[in-house]
């Protein structure tokens, strides 16, 4: 029998958002130059950015206000 390993993630990267403004959750993804998260809140369009730094975080999961 032999080991199997888990093949890396070939989905694009996405954070999860929770937008207070409609109380609605929504996945954002890397933009095309890959130094942000882009989305829009799906009830109103409010724009969310989150940028990629040096310094960033673990975190997966965030809540837009």
Partial sequence: MSEQSNPPSRGKKFLGIHFECCNVYRRVYINKDGNAYE???????????????????ASRFFNAR
């Fill in 39 to 57: 989305g829009r809140c799906p009830k109103c369009y409010r724009p969310v950015k989150v940028l990629i730094g040096p310094d960033g975080t």
